[in-house]
């Protein structure tokens, strides 16, 4: 079964320092991972789009990793400030173009 | 703001009234899709629509029915829904690319 597992939960950090999201997956094949960003009370905002192919893309301070063999994703964030206290969501484009989501990370940064 | 727009932003609803969500895309693209986000759960995909016509439906109850007059609106309409459909309701759109823009939201309260 095509599964997206997001790791952890849920996690605060302080202003300023950086922070790593994992994202685990079954879904083979796909053509593209992405990460999207989920204000409270919003819709998701893309951040960045990976095809199966690459490694990295980065979006600012925000910086996805792919590793194909481990099937693994990470969305590592520097400098966080208080705007990126959001939920942050893994999604795979699979067969028939469907997509498949991860449950999510909520991050709270605080003062 | 990613150019779609969905009304009510909240609605709070009894098991037997009729209600209807709407959402409308302002970026000319030909597909449009709605999806329920629970809590601490994925994003579940509920009705695809292409070119108008419905491409997609996954399995959603009758008591959600969907409506797409053109390629630019989309209903979501709501009767006799239980407690367990309050929930999150996002609609998106796309054109050829991967990537989806999702509208903010309707929260949806079923008492």
């Known amino acids: 079964k095509n599964q997206v597992e997001q790791s952890p939960q849920s996690l605060i950090i302080l202003e300023g320092k950086n922070c790593t999201l994992q994202?685990?997956?079954?879904?083979?094949?796909?053509?593209?991972l992405r990460w999207y960003k989920q204000d409270t009370g919003r819709g998701p905002v893309s951040l960045t789009i990976m095809t199966f192919s690459e490694n990295t893309k980065s979006n600012g301070r925000y910086t996805a990793t792919l590793d194909a063999d481990t099937k693994q994703s990470s969305l590592h964030i520097t400098a966080s400030q208080l705007s990126d206290s959001a939920s942050y969501i893994c999604v795979l484009e699979g067969d028939g173009n469907k997509l498949v989501f991860g449950a999510g990370t909520i991050l709270r940064v605080k003062s | 703001e990613t150019g779609v727009t969905q009304t009510p932003r909240h609605l709070v609803m009894g098991m037997t009234n009729k209600k209807s969500l709407k959402c409308e895309q302002h970026l000319g693209h030909n597909a449009m899709y709605w999806y329920k986000q629970s809590a601490k759960k994925p994003l579940e995909l509920m009705f695809v629509?292409?070119?108008?016509?419905?491409?997609e439906n996954n399995s959603v109850p009758s008591r959600f029915s969907p409506e797409c007059p053109n390629s630019s609106h989309l209903f979501l309409h709501l009767h006799t829904l239980q407690p367990e459909d309050s929930a999150l309701y996002l609609c998106a759109s796309s054109q050829e690319s991967p990537e989806q823009f999702f509208g903010p939201g309707t929260r949806l309260t079923v008492l």
């Open positions: 629509y292409n070119f108008k016509e419905q491409t």
């Open positions: 994202c685990n997956y079954t879904v083979s094949p796909f053509s593209n």
